[in-house]
């Protein structure tokens, strides 16, 4: 039987594949029942388990990342008390030697026993322990499974197949090397998730938050995924088929038209140039830059350096990856941007401790929390800086002490470089991304003290309608449109362009077509987007008239009917 499935559409375009489910949960494991003479292998299977699941929370405390929080001490502590705890160390052993049963299973029964007894604490902070229970059984299924605590590499399937978990992180998402699936699909997650910009950058269609995806598929079933659309048809008909096949087709016709344009200039139909810049995550994403044609690149997010490693990358590293695609662009504008981690990037081993990832300790808080890992990365940023054009793009500053801070940190780091006489662009722009409400409302900090601004509107929107980016069952509500954002927006723009500061939007507003008009209306004039989103964004801009923008941008920017702003916006993009 055919199942229409509907999600949150991410990246755009039509395919058709097999599944392959990623399996990842606790909840999944199988139950099977072993022969008497195997009894005893089992029990000793899940012995060693546990016993490298406990040497690999050990490494991890013994190799302490500098950055960690206070907190990644106490979380390893109360993982290993788990983990020695009789319920998840003895009760599953006598579970398989008297039930004949498989340790995953043995081990699934004892940790459900053991959450139902956390759920019923009065006590708040203990109740909520139950989900470190989880994390730590699951380390010992991966283990089990012979998978090292990482999820498995999905080598045994060809280019047509479909991926999907339930909910995947930027770093687990990165391991699986997701070029190999023609389409991601998961059952959590938002459109503008670390996740999700990763994957519109590969330009593979991909639907997030379908809920039940990962449960009503069967592995290998086939799927045809409308990532335009935002759906996805489980076992289709003939008919169905044929007609997606033929969108297929289309769509890939026109893809291919658009990236024609790659060495046109993007200039509105009334004379003005207009900057498309780039997003990328890695050195190795400059080919596609220069496949697109892009002017710049917008924002290097450095971050992505630091994931699914056991250590850090040293200045020298650095050092090199800034230097080659700063080298790369051959003296084009190359924004890069001091790491973001923390949220959803967290480096190796410093999962989910804080309670409130998105508020807490990320960005600029963080570097500025741990000197030494900043110092390190000003060095290699500064010393690429004679490579050609490069600035500095610093993430999450709030206001004036942060921006005071961080200006005082890079001049010490430019003195340290001077005492070695190592060489750097003195004169190398350093700018604010502008995507906390706090630093819209109090702008005046920034146009005084940086030299140039970079939106993100992932985050100014995230912040601005408290609004979890990460979290499906709240993306509904996650509306660039909504009044408060494009006040904040206009409001951004039209003072910059008044100070005569550079400013350029980068989070994923600036790739999405429906918004390129809005954005020019209100003064815009340099973008930055994934490349995939840069040969449609051309293309509109070439059948935009400056002119005619600005007054529906002007009103509605006084709309505030919701129904109101889509029909003019509709109006405008005509
Ligand atoms: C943004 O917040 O819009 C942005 C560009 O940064 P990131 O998506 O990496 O948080
Ligand atoms: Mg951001």
Redesign the pocket.
Known sequence: MSVKLHGIPVSGGIAIGHAHLLSHTTLEVAHYVLPKKLVVEEVARFDTSLESTRTGLLALRNNRPVQAAAEFDSFLELHLMILADTHISQAPREMIEREHCNAEWALKVQMDALVTQFESFEDAYLRDRKTDVVQVVERILKTLAGQSGHVPRATRHNVSAILIAHDISPADLIQLRPQQFTAILTDLGGA?S?TA?IVRGLNKPCVMGLHQARKLTQENELLIVDGTQGVVIINPDKQTLAEYKQRQNHWEKAQQKLRLLKSTPAITQDGTTIELHA?IEWPHDLAEVHATGATGIG?F?SEFLFLNRDNLPDEEEQFEAYRSVVKGMAGKPVTIRTF?LGADKQINGAQRVANNPALGLRAIRLCLTEPALFHTQLRALLRASVYGNMKILV?MLSGTNEINQTLKFIADVKTSLDREHIPYNPDTKIGG?I?IPAAALALNAFTKKMDFLS??????IQYTLAIDRTDEDVAHLYDPLHPAVLHLLEHIISTANKAKMEISV???MAGEVAYTRLLLGFGLRQFSMNTAQLPGIKHRILHTNLADTMPIAQKILRADDPIKIRELLDRLNA
Not at 455 to 460: E, F, I, K, S, Y
């Open positions: 503008t670390h910009i997003n924002l997010r973001d993430p991304m995507e939106v993100g509107t992932n985050d100014l980068c989070g994923e």
